[in-house]
């Protein structure tokens, strides 16, 4: 856990933001200025929508919105919202608009009626394709977290936007990098405006951030838990491996991802030798610690819920694929998603009324034979508090969706959704499989082509796989995609990566893997 959860959250926030909550500076002045002209002209248009001609950031101007280009295009689930008596539209600020999940959240806003205004960093200087949807009514860059200023100027941009377009709710889907600094900015924000923040506070994210301290949280609330230990030298591996029982463990270093675990070696080997030399060769140290986790032989699955107050809001299950870019959600009368759902209100129900954000678990199937029967256990790996890209496939709930999400604002009978919310968890019926046209069209059928070239393939390889395309491009969704949007899946395949591999190129940086959903390559 970074060192900033160590300070004082007050002492932070005075000492970077002072009284205003804004740093002084002229850039900035003159910044606002600007951003007051686009807010006073969208307050003179009665329709609502700006009517403001683009203005062009600069490098001292480098927050001014600049509307997104739009399509004559008008979906009609939005007009419909637009003239309901009882519908109450609210400001919406969606972070992370280059992700799926923030372009996906964006658009199931906009059609249930309200505002929207969307941030993301820039990519190599690419704009991002979320920057091009027609569901944002502004669009802002954003300063990104850097080691010399750390969350500063990131926190500072989001005051100002929320202060200049009279946010209402604030959405991060920028990825699990942010996790923590995103908690400190939803203290933050929440303390010196009314914007309520979907997000855990430092506490909460501190607990579940780190897979170790996930796993210590679950089972201080009394939960299922896999055996875990934080090890730091190897005698203490060796300690844990020797004991007198059949378990076995994966070790890995505190703090990687959790998908790592298919990478994991299995320990102890299949001797002591083995084993030995193994852990001799790991740089471990008090300062370098590692987790030590026991295995479990099973399918892995990964969940998705929004929770306000310690209530579950919405929900989804699905398996884990390998790779992680493509998702079908299990039906609501699935046994297993029901376990998986009973277990995630248990966890934010026992986590308290003070929860509210987006959990995201990470579980390992294990089936055995009992004399009853197969009996099926649940065990918990991971918890990220972000979005996640199965929430894709909410995309056709947006009116419950928007429903789950302004429940946070805790307003009586009218809180900027078309009717009154109930308690009813909101699950897809029949849930559609989410696919990324782009990844397919390479994994399923040029790369089955190339091996079969090279002879490393077969043909009935390669016709299996393009069954398994023709598959998802009939029946499934493609994640960027929207007919009355289509400009951010035009730019995402036709602008945006061609620019990311040229760039690579141009630098020299390699990559071992690109991750289409979330707009970002891996080294």
Not at 207 to 217: C, D, R, T, V
Not at 252 to 257: E, H, S
Not at 404 to 409: G, I, R, V, W
Request: glycine fraction near 6%.
């Amino acid at each position: 856990m970074t060192n900033s959860f160590m300070h004082d959250i007050a002492d932070f926030e005075d000492a970077t933001f002072g009284e205003t909550g804004v740093p002084a500076s002229s850039s900035w002045e003159k910044c606002h200025e600007a951003q007051m002209l686009r807010a006073l002209a969208r307050e003179a248009d009665s329709d609502g929508e700006a009517l403001v001609s683009p203005i062009v950031a600069t490098q001292d101007d480098d927050l001014v919105p600049s509307p997104p280009p739009q399509l004559s295009i008008r979906h009609p689930a939005r007009r419909a919202n637009d003239h309901s008596l009882r519908f109450a539209p609210k400001t919406v600020l969606v972070t992370g608009v280059g992700n799926a999940e923030g372009l996906t959240l964006a658009r199931i806003f906009y059609r249930a009626g309200h505002r929207v205004i969307g941030g993301n960093f820039k990519r190599n200087g690419l704009p991002v394709p979320g920057r091009f949807s027609r569901a944002l009514s502004a669009f802002y860059s954003l300063s990104e977290p850097d080691a010399e200023n750390g969350s500063a100027f990131y926190i500072r941009d989001l005051l100002e936007i929320i202060r200049v377009q009279k946010a209402d709710l604030w959405i991060n889907c920028s990825g699990v990098a942010l996790t923590v600094e995103d908690g400190q900015a939803k203290e933050i924000i929440e303390r010196r405006s009314d914007c309520k923040v979907i997000h855990f506070d430092h506490k909460t994210v501190e607990a579940i951030h780190e897979q170790n301290s996930f796993i210590q949280h679950t089972t201080k609330l009394g939960l299922n838990s896999l055996e875990t230990y934080i090890v730091t030298s190897r005698a203490s591996v060796h300690s844990i491996l020797n004991r007198t029982n059949a378990k076995r463990y994966t070790m890995k270093q505190v703090g990687t991802d959790h998908i790592m675990r298919r990478d994991s070696t299995l320990l102890p080997k299949s001797t002591l030798s083995a084993t030995y030399q193994y852990v001799s060769k790991i740089p471990i140290s008090p300062g370098n610690p590692w987790l030590l986790q026991e295995y479990i032989q099973g399918e892995e699955y990964s969940t998705y819920a929004v929770v306000v107050r310690g209530e579950v809001k919405a929900f989804v299950a699905c398996p884990s694929p390998e790779p992680l870019i493509c998702y079908e959600g299990l039906r609501r009368q699935s046994s297993l998603g029901e376990a998986m759902l009973k277990f995630t209100r248990e966890f934010a129900a026992r986590s308290g009324n003070s929860m509210t954000g987006r959990l995201s678990f990470s579980f390992l199937v294990e089936e055995t034979v009992t004399e009853k029967g197969l009996e099926v256990v649940l065990y918990p790996t991971a918890c990220n508090s972000r979005a996640h890209a199965a929430m894709v496939l909410f995309s056709g709930e947006h009116t419950r969706m928007a429903r789950a999400y302004m429940s946070a604002l805790a307003l009586p009978e009218v809180n900027g959704t078309m009717e009154g919310h109930g308690n009813d968890i909101i699950r897809p019926e029949r849930p559609r499989g989410c696919y990324w046209i782009g990844h397919d069209l390479v994994a399923l059928v040029l790369w089955p082509f190339v091996q079969l070239i090279l002879l490393q393939g077969s043909m009935a390889e390669v016709t299996k796989n393009l069954a398994v395309f023709a598959h998802r491009l009939l029946f499934w969704k493609e994640g960027v995609f929207a007919w009355w949007d289509p400009l951010p899946w035009w730019w995402l395949y036709h602008v945006y990566w061609p620019g990311q591999l040229l760039f690579c190129m141009i630098q020299q940086t390699g990559w071992s893997r690109i991750d289409v959903s979330t707009g970002t390559m891996h080294a």
